[in-house]
């Protein structure tokens, strides 16, 4: 009878009907190397009668948290839209290519710092009036080889160098933008990170009580000390830890 299809025949038939018998570029993750794609090549070069699948195959390494593998048995799932308000989507991007697509990727705090404080960096030579100009294959060239991200993340480093002593600025913004990083102008980067570190009334409030109390607990700690030294004790206390930490000779010498 009538049945929910199988996991491979499933993706078999959506990509025939949306990209026909044959496509260009099909990704997934290394853990899906085998079975599924083996099934998925078997089932629709034999259903459709071609020699090739997809021309192509893009198979990304896992994204690790605390080097433990990004799963829902683990609960440590991250949604790009819980980011939406905290992280800027440049900084996503940035920390997403700094490793290559077939290595791991160790997502953490560190990671997402590094990269807030690189694109800090690079838009101090932004400018709006900025040209497009066209980004030669020099600088293309770890794209081409496997898209090598972080050696093309190398040469944006070499190119803002250059820009940073105000030689091809225009080029550097350009390639930057070729993978979708500083897309926004200064104004815009500069009222998200404010945005972002922008605080409630309430929140105002509870840190300035905190402070009040952290205050009035320090003056408590120097009015004892004034205490114990206005009568005397104090000193003797201090003469007694100083003597404990000499030697046997300087003990005799005293």
């Known amino acids: 009878g009538k049945g929910r299809p199988g996991w491979h025949l499933e993706c078999s ?3 025939k009907k949306f990209l026909g018998n044959e496509f260009d570029i ?9 079975p599924h794609h083996e099934n998925e090549i078997a ?23 605390s080097n433990e593998k990004m799963a829902k048995s683990q609960g440590n799932i991250l949604k790009i839209k ?6 800027s989507g440049q900084i996503i991007r940035l920390a997403l290519m700094s490793a290559h697509y077939k290595q791991p990727l160790d997502w953490n705090d560190k990671l997402l710092s590094d990269c807030e404080s690189t694109l800090d ?44 002593k105000g030689e091809n600025t225009d080029l550097f913004v350009s390639a930057c933008k070729f993978i979708g990083l500083m897309n926004e102008t200064s104004e815009q980067w500069n009222e998200f990170k404010k945005k972002r570190v ?53 003990k005799e010498e005293s």
């Open 82 to 87: 819980d980011f939406r308000n905290k992280i």
């Open 43 to 65: 089932q629709s070069r034999c259903a459709n009668d071609t020699k090739v699948f997809a021309n192509y195959w893009v198979h990304n390494a896992f994204i690790t948290m």
């Open 198 to 250: 922008s605080l409630t009334e309430s929140e105002i409030e509870k840190m300035l009580s905190l402070r009040d109390k952290a205050r009035e607990k320090r003056k408590l700690q120097v009015g004892k000390m004034k205490k114990v030294f206005s009568s005397g004790k104090g000193s003797s206390n201090v003469h007694k830890a100083k003597f404990h930490t000499m030697d046997k000779k300087e």
């Open 121 to 164: 960096k690079w838009y101090k030579v932004y400018s709006s009036d900025l040209k497009s100009v066209k980004v030669p294959d020099e600088i293309l060239k770890p794209l081409y080889e496997d898209l090598n991200t972080p050696g093309y993340i190398a040469n944006l480093h070499k190119l803002f160098e250059k820009a940073n």
């Open 26 to 34: 099909h990704g997934g993750g290394i853990d899906l190397i085998f």
């Open 13 to 15: 038939a959506m990509s």
